[in-house]
């Protein structure tokens, strides 16, 4: 395949940043979409240029490093996968494709396509976490039997990989969707529950503080999750912050 | 220097209760005056800078990604192991360590085994009261699945993303102190050296990779864990970043580098699919449990498949053979990785493999969809079913155990295993070699620690699934907490490293110098083109199988590549921004050095054991023949190599291990 590229270049959070045209060609429809920028970047390389920066690592779609918002969409056109989960079988010969960063408030740009997703991990410093001594010296793990129902549910919500196309995707760049997956993992499980008031009301302090957007219920966010994490998160974590009200 | 492992005296059951009671504490005021180093945040750096922080140290922790849950630990599937005997299967302490020794092929330290074992069961209490979300049963209790190279069922999992749930464990373990202010987090920051002080490791150098920025860190102890170095081959599962270069760089300094030679190489991978591919794909081991491995029996069948005239559902079950159940009937298609690996070579070069390039075998889920349908029509009262509603409730069954995996598959090749067979081909997965340490996890740099699979301890020449986990969260949590203590005991009255020491100005000076060669040298070719250059020489002389002639061969050749790097290599951009290909650069200058300590320690290792399988040295005859043959006289050692300049000028130091409570055996799956 040929394909025409239109790819945001930037140099870093105070450079404006332009839209550049690239072309490339014999692209093989088993690529990844990651890989046909690799290979666009040996060109790029080759002719005395700079490579486009992106972030990727564990290509397997479980790290959550990749990012991209490829045609408007975020991971690209396809549901349930990340940038390196999506192949170029997906594109058609002579298509041009438009590749930009996740934008947020919240993600500033490093450069390129690369974002600061930090504030994601900030949020979590806040209560993303069960207290508990990591000293082994604790009761046995089958001594507080859970329910297969909420140790899956439990499961569901903490497969979140934390990529922030939820936020890329929402109109009103919220991390709603990624916060009420951390809250009700925790929420779900026993152990969690001691500190449940606490933690939804720090995270959800911290996520203000960043400046991400509140839910207005668009649904975007669940659409373009990599992981199918559920809306009903978001509604899990309203509850569990209006209980701390009561 | 003689190899000194420090393995306590007494019964080995006794060792590590018998040592904790024995070694000096740091009293908990005089932990806040000590700083500790962690380099590398996954599962061992993680759990270990979590640990280190809640006992009271100060704890710089590093990592090269944007945040420590992004760590290559992430992408384990299947499952790790512990001794719990939840199932009552007869598992037990003593049956965990003589698995994992033999699984090792008794190339690894029985005292760091037993240690590994010992710890397992605190290790799923200690996760579980963390919030991870383990797989249970109807009845609220922990469930458990069989992986490969073992009789019991001890493997706990969280659908088939373990690895992500005890990563995101320890990352908020991390959270907690990072929040607490004990641990301070240097993301997306590169270790450049380590910096020696009167012999002892007192700091790092590092690399802003937004800012380009070079930094001084000091210390009293510094710790290593930054995984493995499979990527030498270029193609591997590891993530693309996962590098050598902390463990390159101790080695410099003075650590010795054992065992280089060990690579598990994972029989359940992703096939190739063509030049312009990144990394490979694998396949959780897990799915061992349910699919049949098969190629067909007649070489014009693999041919006709091939060539895509026929397809694997027309063969009958006469024209396939189930060449791992034939081989292994004791084990059949759960048998131990390098053995799994091995016999899927094996009938690929004899011309049976399945896709285009011959290098691909079926794992088949059919007959598990059948039987899982039938029990469930069963379950459901319905005892004469029909075909299709088998099919339904089978896959049904099958996608609730491995959804997940079968999606990727699908992702990746475009075809539904629900309804043909996987391909499947052996890649590179994990590495079994890494920094020598002692059984305090110490270097031989004194005050360098190296723990999880950047060390070489505990795994001998091949690694039994779902016990990488197993690894790194025991030596973070449990074991270095411990033994990094009895150092540090010495260190109270040290106070505050300073920065700047002339050590520190000397290995920054040394770093700045080779970062501006590197965008200087306006070389032809990029850093890619060697790297892959370098992967193809690992994997044609020095992969699942080695002679001596190829890899004499591989270390002339790997020397060659090398110096046409340092002419030849172009690296656009400049120092002071965020660069990749400048961080690349460094990388594949330690892995073409790596690469051919590699191939020197595997040409030395005049025998097969486990993840390294020397063409001269397989069984001729009786039971066994084909299989790979140890030479327990000759080489029942830890080879630790010695940094002397050129890798070829390396010098070996042996440290012969001892088996006092396990019977050197032949190891047989059959």
């Known amino acids: 395949m040929n394909l025409k590229l239109k ?3 930037q140099n870093g959070a105070n450079d404006a940043g332009k839209m550049v045209d690239y072309s490339i060609s014999n692209v093989s429809p088993d690529m990844s979409f990651l890989e046909m920028l690799d290979v666009l970047n040996e060109q790029i390389i080759n002719e005395g240029g700079e490579p486009v920066a992106f972030d990727h690592d564990c290509r397997e779609g479980i790290c959550g490093m990749c990012s991209l918002f490829i045609n408007g969409e975020a991971h690209g056109p396809d549901r349930g996968i990340t940038t390196c989960q999506l ?34 991990d900030r949020i979590q410093h806040q209560g993303g976490f069960i207290s508990v001594n990591t000293s082994g010296n604790t009761q046995d793990a089958n001594s507080l039997p859970i329910s297969k129902h909420a140790a899956d549910e439990a499961m569901d919500a903490a497969t ?25 993992q925790y929420a779900l499980l026993p152990q969690g529950q001691v500190e449940a008031a606490d933690r939804v009301r720090n995270m959800v302090a911290q996520m203000d503080a960043e400046g991400f957007g509140n839910c207005t219920n668009t649904g975007a966010c669940e659409v373009e999750c990599p992981k199918g994490i559920s809306l009903d998160n978001i509604a899990r974590m309203n509850r569990e912050l209006f209980k701390t009200m009561i | 220097m003689a190899l000194d492992s420090k393995v306590p005296k007494g019964p080995i059951a006794d060792k590590w209760t018998n040592y904790k009671n024995h070694i000096d504490l740091v009293n908990p005021a005089n932990k806040r005056n000590i700083d500790v180093i962690v380099v590398g945040t996954g599962l061992a750096g993680g759990s270990a800078a979590a640990t280190l922080a809640e006992l009271g140290y100060n704890v710089k922790a590093f990592a090269y990604q944007d945040s420590p849950r992004r760590a290559h630990s992430i992408a384990a599937q299947g499952g790790i192991n512990a001794a719990k005997n939840y199932q009552g299967d007869g598992d037990s302490t003593y049956r965990l360590f003589y698995d994992t020794v033999k699984g090792g092929d008794y190339r690894a330290r029985e005292a760091n085994v037993y240690r590994l074992a010992e710890v397992s069961a605190n290790i799923i209490d200690q996760c579980v009261a963390q919030g991870v979300p383990f797989a249970r049963d109807y009845g609220g209790l922990l469930d458990n699945r069989s992986f490969g190279g073992v009789l019991v069922s001890r493997t706990f999992y969280a659908k088939g993303q373990t690895g992500q749930q005890l990563l995101l464990g320890a990352y908020s373990a991390m959270n907690r102190q990072i929040g607490r202010g004990k641990i301070q987090m240097y993301n997306r920051h590169e270790m450049m050296d380590v910096v020696l ?36 081959f270029f193609l591997s599962t590891n993530a693309m970043g996962s590098n050598v270069s902390a463990s390159w760089k101790i080695h410099k300094k003075g650590a010795y580098f054992a065992n280089p030679c060990y690579t598990q190489i994972h029989p359940t991978c992703i096939p190739v699919s063509g030049d312009h591919q990144s990394k490979l794909t694998l396949m959780s081991e897990s799915l061992r449990n349910d699919g049949r491995i098969w190629v067909p029996a007649k070489l014009e069948d693999a041919q006709a498949i091939r060539e895509g005239k026929k397809k694997p559902t027309d063969l009958s079950e006469e024209e396939r053979d189930y060449y791992l159940e034939r081989r292994y009937p004791a084990f059949g298609n759960l048998v131990p990785r390098d053995v799994a690996s091995r016999a899927a070579k094996e009938r690929c070069d004899a011309g049976f493999g399945v896709n285009a390039t011959g290098e691909a075998v079926y794992l088949d889920f059919a007959d598990a969809i059948k039987r899982y349908g039938r029990e469930q029509a069963l379950i459901h009262g319905d005892h004469n079913p029909s075909a ?34 996987m391909m499947i081909y052996p890649a590179v997965h994990y590495t079994m070699g890494g920094t020598w340490v002692d059984y305090n996890l110490m270097t031989t740099i004194p005050g360098c620690y190296c723990i ?9 020449a091949n690694r039994l699934g779902a016990s990488a986990l197993m690894q790194g969260l025991a030596d973070g949590y449990f074991v270095l907490p411990y033994t990094i203590g009895d150092y540090l005991s010495k260190d109270i009255r040290t106070g505050k490293i300073s920065t700047d020491l002339p050590e520190f100005e000397e290995a920054e000076k040394s770093v700045k110098e080779q ?6 040298n306006n070389g032809s070719k990029s850093v890619d083109h060697f790297h892959k250059r370098l992967g193809k020489i690992m994997w044609d002389k020095v992969g699942m199988a080695r002679n001596a002639k190829g890899l004499t061969e591989a270390m002339t050749e790997i020397k060659a590549l090398r110096e046409e790097f340092w002419k030849d290599v172009k690296v656009p951009g400049s120092a002071d921004t965020y660069n990749e290909e400048l961080a690349k650069a460094g990388r594949v200058a330690d892995f073409l050095e790596l690469g051919e300590l590699f191939a020197k320690d595997a040409l030395v290792r005049e025998e097969s054991c486990g993840g390294h399988f020397r063409e001269e040295s397989a069984e001729t005859e009786g039971p066994q023949e084909g299989e790979a ?38 190891r047989s799956y059959k």
């Open chain 1, 7 to 9: 790819i945001w270049r």
């Open chain 1, 87 to 120: 192949h170029m079988r997906k594109f058609k010969d002579g298509d041009t494709i438009y590749i930009e960063p996740f934008r947020a408030k919240a993600f500033p740009v490093i450069k390129d396509l690369v974002v600061d997703r930090g504030a994601f």
């Open chain 1, 160 to 184: 979140c990989i934390g990529c922030g196309a939820c936020v890329a995707t929402c109109k009103n760049s919220s991390a709603m969707l990624f916060v009420g997956a951390k809250v009700s």
């Open chain 2, 197 to 232: 002080v009167d012999g002892k490791a007192r700091g790092i150098i590092t690399r802003n990779l937004v800012t380009g920025e070079i930094e001084r860190h000091s210390a009293h102890a510094v710790v290593i864990a930054t995984g493995g170095y499979g990527n030498v």
């Open chain 2, 388 to 421: 299709e509603k088998v099919d339904k409730l089978g896959k049904e069954v099958v996608k609730a155990k491995y959804g997940n995996l079968f999606q990727m598959y699908d992702k990746i090749v475009d075809e539904d295993p629900y309804n043909t067979p």
């Open chain 2, 452 to 460: 999880g699979e950047a060390n070489f301890s505990d795994h001998g």
């Open chain 2, 515 to 520: 970062i501006n060669f590197f965008v200087n």
């Open chain 2, 629 to 666: 043959k140890r030479d327990d006289v000759n080489f029942a050692f830890v080879s630790a190599w010695e940094y002397k300049g050129e890798p070829a000028d390396a010098v070996l130091h042996k440290e012969q291990l001892e088996f006092n409570d396990i019977e050197l055996k032949t």
